[in-house]
């Protein structure tokens, strides 16, 4: 499997909790503090958080606060549930149970 490091999408690559949740300082959850995460390669931006890593800020349950997903290895169609979005039509800070909030379903 080949990874990529890219810049981290919950702190913007600042290593810090972006929300100051616990503190200003303290350091993002999602790299640890290093500003940089290690995703899947080839990847694409994550639907359900628009590749912000944060929801509501919360980190992203999809992604995991990374911002991107693995790209599908096949054909896809766009998700008929949340037409791409990635959430949950009822709540939107949900992820679509569906797509499981990746926006996309196998065709
Ligand atoms: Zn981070
Ligand atoms: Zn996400
Ligand atoms: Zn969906």
Redesign the pocket.
Known sequence: MKTEEIRC?FCSGTGRDPFGIMSRLSKCCVCGGSGLVRVQSPCIR??????????KRLT??????????PAPDGPTVTCPDCMGT?DDDGAKAMACLICR?LGWVPA
């Open positions: 999408s994550c639907a359900h958080c628009n590749g912000t890593g944060a929801v992203c349950l999809v992604c995991g606060g990374k911002g991107f997903m990635g909030g």
